[in-house]
Every structure is written in C-alpha cells, then in structure tokens.
C-alpha cells in the first residue's frame, strides 16, 4: 500500500483486543425511539419524586426564591434525570464491553472490490459491500457499520501508517456507496 492509492485485492491482519471493542462502543450514537422515551422517562420519574416531596423541600428553599419554587424543581428533576440516564448509558457501555465475545484467533480481513472475507478462527464470513450501511473513520479505528449495533473493526495497528488507514476508510466508504449505486 502507499499513502496515496489501495490496490485492491489487499489483505489485513490484526488481533482484536478490548480497547478496540472500547473504542466502537463509546462511539457517539443517536438515540433510537425507545432511548428517547427512556431519557424522558428518566426526567419524568426525577420530576414526579420531586413533586412527592413538594412540601418537604420548600423548607430549604430561601424566601425571595419560594415564588420560583416549581421552575427550580423543574430544572433540578431534568438535570438529576440527565445525571441519572448518562451514567444508566455509561455503565450499558461498560457491561458491553466486559461481555464482548472476542475471536479465537488473529482476525483476517480480505478485502476486494466485491466483498470483503473476514476470517477470525470462526466460520468465514463474506460480507458484501452493500451490506456496509456507514464507514466511521476514527481517529485510531476504522468502523464498518453493518447495523447499528454491530461492526466490523479495524484498528490502527492493521496498517503500515495512518494515511493507509485513511486510505482504506476512504475506499471502504466509495465502494459502500457504489454497492448500493450512491457513487
């Protein structure tokens, strides 16, 4: 490979380790219509515990400010929901991350202009472009989404520099979209 071009058939070789499975998990993501109802939910629940102990709190609460009691349990309820759902996502990532099932062996990506053949010590599989729904070019990985919740990985180490990455990020990227007749 050069910095510049790919040339194609190309074959990468890699171990997947737990910092790669790390890294697609943290990924930003957008929330899904249910994550969505759960976030709030989450503000919702916060708001209506809030709103129990109404009367209890307002003793805390300094006299210039009883007028705004409502509009600052309010704003307290949606930023302890937040707190709450960030951290319910965050340890969702960690639980992912320490059950992530990892391949038995070095994984083996041959990669054409039609398909790519992944080999890992399990059955292989061949995985059409058009299958690749969006390549994320990190700044250590390349992400080739097959669902939302599912990739495949290719780090860094895979490559002889990161302009081979980009490289392969760029050309994975072309041949996704010329798959589905986008390019």
């Keep these: 490979m050069t910095d510049q071009t790919i040339e194609l058939p190309l074959r990468l070789t ?3 380790t737990r910092a790669d499975i790390a890294a697609y998990e943290r990924l930003p993501r957008e929330l899904t219509k249910s994550g969505t109802l759960a976030f709030f939910a ?3 629940a916060c708001g209506m515990a809030l709103a129990v102990f109404d009367e209890q709190l307002e003793g805390l609460m300094p006299e210039m400010l009883a007028g705004y009691s409502h509009i600052i349990f309010s704003v307290i ?22 059950r ?10 041959e990669i054409s202009e039609d398909n790519l053949k992944i ?17 994320i070019d ?7 989404c097959l669902t939302p919740r599912s990739a495949v ?22 041949l996704s979209r010329g798959a589905d007749g986008d390019a």
């Design 14 to 16: 890699f171990r997947l």
């Design 42 to 44: 989450t503000i919702f």
């Design 100 to 109: 992530a099932e990892y391949p038995p062996e070095d994984t083996e990506i």
């Design 153 to 174: 990985i290719v780090p860094l180490r895979a490559f002889q520099s990161v302009a081979d990455m980009r490289a392969f990020a760029d050309l994975s990227e072309a």
């Design 119 to 135: 080999s890992d010590g399990r059955p292989a599989r061949i995985l059409e472009w058009n299958s690749v729904a969006r390549v």
């Design 138 to 144: 990190a700044p250590a990985h390349v992400f080739l």
């Design 77 to 98: 309820a949606g930023a302890i929901g937040f707190a709450a759902f960030s951290l319910a996502l965050t340890l969702l990532s960690y639980w992912r991350i320490a």
